[in-house]
């Protein structure tokens, strides 16, 4: 399979936990997103990478947050102290030029 | 800031039938692309068709092709001979060339009916 992964594809976890998921893309891609979409919402941009640079972060994100793409391949996203309101699917994307493949996600879950 | 506006919530079909999804959006620019996703219950999400905006013929996969109307701002989907594996929620999506995220619109609830 050649697509985008990610792991774990479920994770619960109490709150003030932290989590961390990873992104694997597909290999000849030099771009790599995050999403987070919440249940009947349309995906919202978390962050961008091109290679190992991290170029564009949203409002979104707060210092909670924080995502690395070491040596421009897999990426984690990691959330530290983890809140209710952080519950949600996190989607990872990767492309070369304009569309972007998305993985099957990780559902996050706060209790 | 550019924004994506997805008018219908829900929308059903027939199978066998032609449906449009409506899309449109917002934007100061003028080179960009367009996207339709599609997310299946509980599955990932899959490109439908993308559409360049400097492009004026509209975009045709197979069963699903375009209207984009580049003054109105407007890009909607036709499926046609809908099947029911074309249940799913759809998505509208921006992505500005040299852009760094896509954007997109709050999704349309496809419903075929068999």
């Known amino acids: 399979d050649t697509g985008v992964s990610q792991n774990p594809r479920h994770k619960i976890t109490k709150r003030g936990q932290n989590v961390t998921f990873r992104c694997d893309p597909i290999?000849?891609?030099?771009?790599l997103y995050w999403y987070r979409q919440t249940l009947g919402q349309g995906p919202e941009f978390l962050t961008y990478?091109?290679?190992?640079?991290?170029?564009?972060k949203s409002r979104l994100l707060s210092d909670r947050f924080s995502a690395e793409r070491p040596k421009g391949s897999f990426s984690t996203l990691e959330i530290q102290r983890t809140e209710q309101g952080d519950s949600a699917m996190y989607l990872c994307?990767?492309?070369?030029?304009?569309?972007?493949?998305f993985g099957p996600g990780t559902r996050l879950t706060v209790t | 800031a550019q924004t994506v506006t997805q008018s219908q919530p829900e929308m059903s079909v027939q199978e066998a039938e032609t449906v449009t999804l409506s899309c449109t959006y917002d934007?100061?620019?003028?080179?960009?692309?367009l996207f339709w996703y599609k997310q299946p219950p509980s599955r990932q999400m899959i490109l439908v068709i993308r559409?360049?905006?400097?492009?004026?013929q509209n975009a045709t996969e197979n069963r699903f092709s375009v209207n984009f109307q580049k003054a109105a701002k407007s890009f909607s989907l036709k499926i046609s001979d809908s099947q029911l594996g074309d249940a799913a929620m759809y998505f509208c999506?921006?992505?500005?060339?040299?852009?760094?995220?896509?954007?997109f619109g709050a999704g349309t609830i496809l419903r075929v009916k068999s």
């Open positions: 994307a990767s492309s070369l030029f304009g569309e972007q493949y």
């Open positions: 559409q360049e905006a400097y492009k004026q």
């Open positions: 999506a921006y992505y500005m060339e040299y852009g760094n995220k896509l954007v």
């Open positions: 990478f091109q290679n190992e640079a991290q170029l564009e």
């Open positions: 290999s000849e891609h030099n771009r």
């Open positions: 934007t100061s620019e003028s080179d960009y692309y």
